[in-house]
């Protein structure tokens, strides 16, 4: 059963530009969420969709956005980059829109987004 | 503001002693409480969870511990292993009280555990 993935693994952008991530979840799961990781921050919460609607944001600015679509991918964007959005950023799955005790989110391995 | 509280910020420890990691909350209305395991160029993954209507689960060499009044949960790691070595996350949401509709996990910062042979 293949897991969450995304893409690209690694991405080097230049302060201003945008950038579009994608996360596949794992087959038949139709929740997904993301999160920003950093050594200063930690992991967070950035937003949910859950069929193809966002459910839940977390306190970014608004250069931060995102979508999924009928298959369930999702891909979040980020316009006119800053040079503090250098982060792994995470994608995470569930099969029922939720977190429940034992099973929770799978995240995926991460895109890590460089900004020079 | 910081509403999971995690510590240490790193741990070092013998092969077979046992790692202590403890976090603390501070929004009451928090019922979720898991642990993640997060290895180096891989995303976090759940290790346990908890609910806050039992004071102690064990699985395997990891127990999570609870204490409802003090607002804080401990993960204790058994018999600890190098392979144990990676960074643990306490996370915490609240399910009960958000309809269905909240699924956002709020983080501690992560403890970096080293576990020398």
């Known amino acids: 059963k293949a897991g969450v993935t995304q893409t690209p693994r690694y991405l080097i952008k230049t302060r201003g530009q945008q950038v579009t991530l994608s996360c596949s979840p794992i087959?038949?799961?139709?929740?997904v969420s993301w999160y920003q990781q950093t050594p200063g921050q930690g992991l967070q919460f950035l937003f949910e969709?859950?069929?193809?609607?966002?459910?839940n944001k977390g306190n970014f600015p608004g250069r931060f956005s995102g979508r999924q679509f009928s298959n369930s991918r999702s891909e979040m964007n980020v316009s006119t980059l800053e040079l503090g959005d250098s982060a792994l950023y995470l994608c995470a799955s569930s099969l029922v829109g939720g977190l429940q005790l034992n099973y929770g989110y799978t995240f995926g391995s991460g895109t890590r987004l460089t900004v020079v | 503001q910081q509403q999971v509280k995690q510590s240490p910020q790193s741990l070092i420890v013998q092969k077979g002693g046992i790692s202590i990691i403890n976090c603390a909350y501070e929004n009451t209305a928090f019922d979720y409480f898991p642990w993640y395991q997060q290895f180096p160029g891989k995303g976090p993954a759940l290790l346990i969870a908890?609910?806050?209507?039992?004071s102690e689960k064990k699985e395997g060499r990891f127990t999570i511990s609870f204490n409802k009044s003090a607002k804080q949960f401990s993960l204790h790691i058994m018999d600890s292993q190098p392979g144990d070595s990676a960074t643990y996350f306490c996370?915490?949401?609240?399910?009960?009280?958000?309809?269905?509709?909240?699924?956002?996990?709020?983080f501690g910062k992560g403890t970096l555990l080293t576990v020398n042979p």
């Open positions: 996370a915490a949401s609240s399910l009960a009280n958000s309809g269905g509709s909240n699924y956002k996990l709020t």
């Open positions: 969709y859950f069929s193809e609607t966002q459910r």
């Open positions: 908890i609910r806050p209507d039992v």
């Open positions: 087959s038949g799961h139709r929740s």
